[in-house]
């Protein structure tokens, strides 16, 4: 798909306060480490992950999804009236009915002409947010809509602990199904998308391409653990190799396929922000697709795995700390388990002044 007519205007991120190390995560495991012999330090080695993120307990994603979504609206500078389109896009959220998106657009001020729904796709809600909303303005139908997303692994990441440090039959196989889940962590991010007409950036959105292999749809599966673990929290079993050699072949087909809608070639590329999981995903992601790393901006050291949120919160960093600059062409290289790949290609011209 091509967009003419489309800007991403800007990206807005919140990051919790609160800091949890994979050292701490470790320690809490002792006992497990132990009895299986494993070396300390393990985490933090194979993944890179030193440190994540977690909101407090009983935060409501929704509740941090509307700061972010605010803190995008206004960075914007758009008025709220020209908003067609409010979409929550998260794995979390606040309950299975109404829609978070909701609670977000009653707290954002948007009008009620707005299409108010969640999306959830993995870790590619918020990209199929973008997408929708995209689409939605190259009909003609609206001229502005945000899409928003808040991950809080801190349920996973503590129920997973407790499981652990509870089963009696554990082996250093089995162990790890459980592994990944330790490397998720919490982070929210909204993004504006506009009519070129409305833009004060420039910033277009050129077009993208999505593709599947649902064959791999059991390499990563989680949900409510409540009949099996007896408390609500919930747990995920995921084949990390399989599902890193998977993920990164749909993504060099994907990506091949993305440049052909947009008519790149690999030096084309300025810079680029990925969907973050670890450092062997992302070292073997650039390898296959044949890109500098140098031109990636990597948070997943201090931020973990945030799920939906970690490319466009990435992005939001990125942006501010100068990673962009104007005139550069940015691909946004997204995977996710099911298995789905969505890759953008935007142009990067400025934040909204």
């Not at 009915?97 to 969640?118: K, R």
């Not at 349920?155 to 250093?172: A, C, H, K, M, P």
């Not at 501010?320 to 290289?333: F, I, M, S």
Request: proline share 4%; net charge negative; glycine share 10%.
């Amino acid at each position: 798909m091509k967009f003419q007519h489309v800007s991403l205007e800007c990206f807005a991120s919140t990051l919790p306060d609160e800091i949890v190390t994979s050292d701490e995560i470790e320690e809490r495991l002792r006992p497990v480490y132990e009895r299986l012999n494993l070396p300390a330090g393990r985490l933090e080695l194979m993944t890179g992950i030193r440190e994540r993120r977690f909101f407090p307990r009983g935060t409501r994603p929704g509740q941090i999804s509307a700061a972010t979504a605010n803190k995008a609206i206004n960075a914007s500078g758009i008025p709220r009236e020209q908003f067609g389109a409010m979409i929550h896009g998260s794995v979390c959220r606040d309950q299975l009915e109404p829609a978070t998106a909701a609670a977000v657009h009653q707290a954002t001020g948007l009008p009620g002409s707005c299409a108010v729904f969640d999306v959830s796709n993995a870790c590619l809600g918020l990209l199929n947010g973008v997408l929708l909303i995209a689409s939605m303005i190259e009909l003609g139908q609206i001229r502005a809509g945000v899409v928003v997303g808040t991950e809080d692994g801190r349920s996973l990441v503590e129920g997973t602990i407790d499981t652990l440090l509870r089963s009696e039959n554990l082996t250093r196989q089995s162990i790890k199904g459980n592994f990944a889940s330790l490397t998720i962590g919490s982070a929210s991010a909204a993004i504006v998308v506009c009519d070129r007409r409305l833009s004060r950036t420039g910033n277009r959105l050129l077009g993208a391409h999505c593709l599947a292999d649902t064959s791999h749809c059991n390499l990563c599966e989680g949900g409510s653990a409540a009949e099996t673990f007896g408390d609500d929290r919930p747990r995920m079993q995921t084949d990390s190799e399989a599902l890193l050699h998977a993920g990164i072949d749909l993504a060099t087909r994907n990506w091949e396929a993305t440049r052909r809608v947009l008519g790149w070639n690999n030096k084309d590329v300025d810079k680029a922000f990925t969907h973050q999981v670890g450092k062997a995903h992302r070292r073997l992601l650039y390898e296959s697709l044949d890109l500098s790393p140098e031109i990636d901006f990597p948070t997943v050291e201090f931020l973990g795995n945030t799920g939906a949120a970690a490319l466009p919160a990435t992005a939001a960093l990125g942006i501010e700390q100068g990673h962009l600059t104007p005139n550069d062409r940015v691909a946004l290289l997204g995977i996710g388990s099911g298995l789905n790949s969505i890759m953008l290609g935007w142009e990067f011209h400025g934040t909204p002044t």
